[in-house]
């Protein structure tokens, strides 16, 4: 497929540019010098721009004696409502956004309610409590399960605002103790809010991860937004009230990293395929080769799939062209992974039945602002499917709109309607599917 030749741009419905280039495909001049390397990382100690934690326990999780959090900082928290899908039981918000949802087939879900967490609970859940509890004033020791000391902070905190005083953190306690969260916040929260994230496979402070933070800055704002996506929850810069049942109580299948083929290297306006293969494998639980957990760093891991395992010579003519259906099936063979041609209904099968795959279509025609200013062959990642919405990892995606997409059947059909540069035939096959 060819990938090739897209000009950075601030709206994709920006007046076309550049010369049409053999098989009818649209080539556009590309812009600026093609980068060598990965985007600088966030200055500041902190994984957000805040400062480092100053000491951490065992597992690299900071303790609680950090002066710079800020017990009651909420941030941008927003004055709007989430916006979820309604269940197929009928609970949902009642924000307008109420669509009949199959639970069954959707690769995760929001949660109904809190959970209760109670003498015993586990190490993910109990750790993020106790940064609540810390937020509230409430410190208690660094148990690694609900304990003792856990509980005492628990009763003294329900005996402050009024709660019945058991020592269990219900989820009356547990919806007292997070009001909406949101960007620019810096609170221990914040600290809740992502080892709860962790706890769903985003990572922090794992190899190169970004470290954890009291700010709520742009990467937990990028996790929050992805796990949002893949949760029937509308993506927002804050976590309220069904973000903050959903990460304690629901389960995910595997965490979705938003990617971008800009700044990639040599051939970034050619690795659509590469960057949504990477997504693809972080999705079904495999870590790529070269991938360190840091999606400012994800060059490496795209080289990789590009030149390692699809086996592209690493040439500026070749890295201008993109890539097709042969070189994904030997490259995901180095994963132990086999491939066939499908279409867009089968992504969309697969989709609905929690499996990911990676449509091939026409990326001028998506609804969402990108870098194609006309008609070019695109590959992109569908992880799943929320009831209503399928859920889509473009790697054209520009800066500002680098979320997990969600979109719709038609919209979906559209896309993969017709395949630039190639014979029209071709459109009816253009989706690798993975088994």
């Known amino acids: 497929m060819s990938d090739r030749a897209l000009i950075p741009s601030a709206s994709r419905r920006a007046l076309l540019l550049g010369t049409v280039a053999g098989a009818g495909s649209l080539a556009l001049g590309v812009g600026p010098a093609a980068a060598t390397g990965a985007p600088a990382l966030l200055t500041g100690s902190g994984g957000d721009g805040g400062p480092a934690p100053k000491r951490r326990d065992d597992r690299g999780f900071p303790l609680p004696d950090d002066p710079d959090a800020v017990p009651n900082s909420k941030g941008r928290a927003g004055s709007g409502k989430e916006q979820t899908q309604r269940s197929a039981r009928g609970k949902g918000s009642d924000d307008g956004s109420r669509t009949a949802m199959s639970l069954s087939g959707a690769p995760n879900y929001y949660a109904g309610g809190f959970p209760t967490l109670r003498t015993g609970t586990g190490f993910w859940d109990t750790r993020a409590l106790q940064y609540l509890l810390l937020s509230a004033g409430f410190k208690t020791n660094w148990e690694e399960t609900y304990g003792s000391s856990t509980t005492s902070a628990v009763r003294a905190y329900q005996q402050k605002v009024g709660l019945p005083v058991t020592g269990t953190a219900d989820p009356a306690t547990l919806e007292k103790l997070t009001p909406s969260t949101g960007a620019g916040a810096v609170s221990y929260r914040v600290y809740a809010i992502q080892t709860l994230l962790r706890k769903h496979g985003y990572r922090f402070f794992d190899s190169c991860a970004p470290d954890m933070s009291t700010n709520y800055g742009p990467i937990t704002t990028k996790y929050v937004k992805a796990f949002q996506a893949g949760h029937g929850i509308g993506p927002a810069t804050f976590v309220g009230y069904y973000t903050w049942r959903t990460l304690f109580a629901a389960k995910s299948t595997q965490p979705m990293y938003p990617l971008r083929q ?37 060059t490496a891991a795209v080289n990789d799939f590009r030149y390692r395992a699809m086996g592209l010579a690493n040439t500026a003519e070749r890295d201008a062209r993109g890539t097709e259906y042969p070189d994904f099936q030997k490259a995901f063979a180095t994963y132990g992974l086999t491939t066939w041609q499908g ?71 559209t896309y993969a309607s017709t395949n630039p540069g190639h014979p029209i035939s071709t459109a009816a096959k253009n989706s690798i599917m993975l088994r």
């Open 262 to 298: 800009a700044d990639t290297g040599r051939a970034q306006w050619s690795n659509c395929g590469p960057v949504s293969a990477v997504t693809l494998l972080i999705y079904r639980g495999i870590t790529p080769r070269g991938w360190t957990w840091n999606m400012d760093l994800r």
């Open 343 to 413: 279409g867009i209904s089968d992504t969309l099968a697969d989709a609905r039945a929690g499996r990911a795959s990676i449509a091939g279509g026409d990326a001028y025609k998506l609804p969402w602002d990108n870098h194609a200013n006309g008609p070019v062959s695109h590959w992109m990642a569908v992880l799943g499917w929320d009831g209503t919405y399928y859920l889509a990892m473009d790697p054209l995606s520009t800066l500002a709109t680098n979320d997990i997409h969600r979109i719709t059947e038609s919209q979906l059909r």
